[in-house]
């Protein structure tokens, strides 16, 4: 059973610029969840989306946004990308949406994005 | 606002000897995860506890929820080069909505 997948693994970016990140959770899964780390903050929830709906969205500025596909396909997007948006942006996906099954996620390997 | 605390934030030991990192919060929660994290990887999950004083045993590796369902800890016996890695605690608060994470214990283990 295939895992999630995320692209790009690394990209560059410079102020000023946007970014879109895409992830593809397990067969099956229906929840999409974006985390960013980075080593000062750790994982700070991004958002989450089931079903194609914004179930959730964490404590981050308008400029990220995302949206989910039918096939629960996700992407995330940051505009006007700032120094301080360098970080790994984590997918996770689950069966069901969190809260109804434990919240156990299943992560992607990560885009790090990097902001000169 | 951090919700979950994990200490300690560093610990570096050698092969062979048992450690203690601790997950910690003023809020309660429904259930708890455990998670590892290697350099270059996502988060891969260890193990969830649900109920109050649950102790899992996953092989060398204790959890335990606290009575209140406001900490964990996680123990690990006889340390392993192979455990070496960030340790995350992650919670699902009473709104049932996001998992959220600790800083994580960042554990290494040498031979």
């Known amino acids: 059973k295939a895992g999630v997948t995320q692209t790009p693994r690394y990209l560059i970016k410079t102020r000023g610029q946007q970014v879109t990140l895409s992830c593809s959770p397990i067969s099956g899964h229906r929840s999409v969840s974006w985390y960013q780390q980075t080593p000062g903050q750790g994982l700070q929830f991004l958002f989450e989306y089931f079903s194609e709906t914004q179930r959730n969205k964490g404590n981050f500025p308008g400029r990220f946004s995302g949206r989910q596909f039918s096939n629960s396909r996700s992407e995330m997007n940051v505009s006007t990308l700032e120094l301080g948006d360098s970080a790994l942006y984590l997918c996770a996906s689950s069966l069901g949406a969190t809260g109804t099954n434990t919240g156990e996620l299943f992560f992607g390997e990560g885009s790090r994005l990097t902001v000169l | 606002t951090q919700l979950l605390e994990q200490s300690p934030q560093f610990l570096s030991i050698q092969e062979g000897e048992n450690l203690t990192v601790y997950c910690n919060s003023s809020?309660?929660?429904?259930?708890l995860q455990w998670y590892r994290q290697e350099p270059g990887e996502g988060p891969v999950l260890l193990v969830t506890v649900v109920t109050g004083g649950e102790v899992k045993k996953l092989k060398r590796l204790t959890f335990q929820f606290g009575d209140a369902r406001k900490d964990s800890s996680l123990h690990i016996t006889a340390a392993q080069p192979g455990d070496t890695g960030l340790y995350l605690c992650?919670?699902?608060?009473?709104?049932?909505?996001?998992?959220?994470f600790g800083k994580g214990t960042s554990l290494l283990v040498t031979p």
């Open positions: 992650a919670g699902v608060g009473r709104s049932g909505y996001a998992l959220n």
């Open positions: 809020s309660v929660f429904s259930s």
